[in-house]
């Protein structure tokens, strides 16, 4: 197929031996396969991607502003490197990624377009509460929305439990009640702003749900005592109500990946450390039958965390493909135009059609049904614009 691009958009499609009905320069992928940039629903641009948790967050702890920023933007170029050419960081401290946001969008840096939420509100001590994030009351919650709304967040990030990242916070139970994500939700939605709730416990999961969040983060159906528990009432409601599940596949899953190509020995065992049962397919069961059940599942990298490079990302794609039985194209589907619904941009952005945005990735090789390893990344496109070259930044 040809892709035709004008002023930024695609604006033809159509069968390659057709030929070209204008002029204008000629690009010849034969050998690649063309899809629509990548969009990584889950990201922080300003956590240091350490060994460890320490590292990561020592980061964000330590430097000040101007130094997250120039992170950020650092981490913005790989991702551009990895393909991806949408972000949705789920989590910053001082309003840095808004700033880098309006630097990209702007065309004095490059990067992905970015969609932030700006620091995760959370509670005292509770999960990321050293992003500057935490509330104590029902009144503080209101004023940590309309303080994020003035600042300009595309979506406010809510840590509706714990964290493995806090030490002291409790991935396994929630933090705030069912009126306080109802109170937060409301908030939000008069703004016209997403909620994005982070829960890995099941109760958690549920409140969120019944508040009506729009995407709910890593999903992990968690009881206290750290065991799976699936709740098959709140899979309905999140059906129902077309929540979007974030399923962040971050290094301590691409280090299940089965082949483990791309991969150190460190990294493999802090992966099966992790894990539940020591494989992906596994894992991930309770995902497969969400997918099986009409849920709306997006894969995301949250990248950023420990063990997780941003110019990684069709890694996450293969860990979607091995933990949900997909093939190739099936998961970048659920990281190109079902991450885009997900994230309310899926008119400019998220497929190869008419009239959208021309970002553009091309990966070496002819990906079919029977594709199982993905990649390297030979060209990124951005609005037209040819950004990366064999994986190197050219612009
Ligand atoms: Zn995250």
Known sequence: MAVRVADGAIVEISPWQDG????????????????????????????GNGDDHGSTRSV???????????????????????????????????FVTL???????????????????????????????????????????AVAVQRRRARGVDLIKIMASGGNMTSGSDPLTPQFTDDELRAVVGAAHA????????????????AATAAGVDT????????????????HGSVVEIVERGIHVVLTMAGIQRGLLSDGADHTDALQLVARKNSDTGNLR??????????????????????????????????????????????ASQAIGLATLGAA?????????????????????????????????LGPIRQVWQGGCLVVQDGELII
């Open 99 to 141: 700033w880098l946001r309006d630097e990209v969008a702007a065309g004095r840096r490059p990067g992905p377009r970015i969609l932030a939420a700006g620091p995760p509100i959370t509670t005292p001590g509770g999960h990321l509460y050293w992003c500057g994030g935490a509330v104590a009351s029902a009144a503080e919650i």
């Open 20 to 47: 070209f009905s204008d002029s204008g320069s000629v690009v010849d992928l034969t050998d690649s396969t063309v899809m629509p940039g990548f969009v990584d629903a889950h990201v922080h641009l300003v956590f």
């Open 341 to 373: 619904e997900a994230l309310g941009v899926e008119t400019a952005v998220g497929s190869v059609e008419l009239g959208k945005v021309a970002d553009l990735v091309a990966l070496a090789g002819v990906i079919d049904d029977s594709t199982t390893h």
């Open 282 to 327: 596994d894992d991930f069961s309770w995902a497969r039958d969400m997918l099986a059940a009409g849920a709306r599942l997006v894969l995301a990298s949250d990248a950023g965390v420990r063990l997780t490079p941003f110019d990684l990302f069709r890694l996450t794609i293969r860990c979607g493909m091995e933990a949900l039985d997909l093939t």
């Open 216 to 231: 709910i983060e890593h999903c992990s159906w968690r009881a206290p005592d750290g065991t799976l528990k699936v709740a």
């Open 191 to 206: 703004a016209g702003c997403q909620v994005a709730a982070h829960a890995h416990s099941t109760e958690a999961i549920r």
């Open 60 to 94: 964000v702890e330590n430097a000040g502003l101007d130094t997250l920023g120039e992170v950020a933007a650092r981490h913005a170029i790989e991702c551009l490197r990895g393909g991806v050419t949408t972000v949705r960081d789920c989590g910053d401290k001082g």
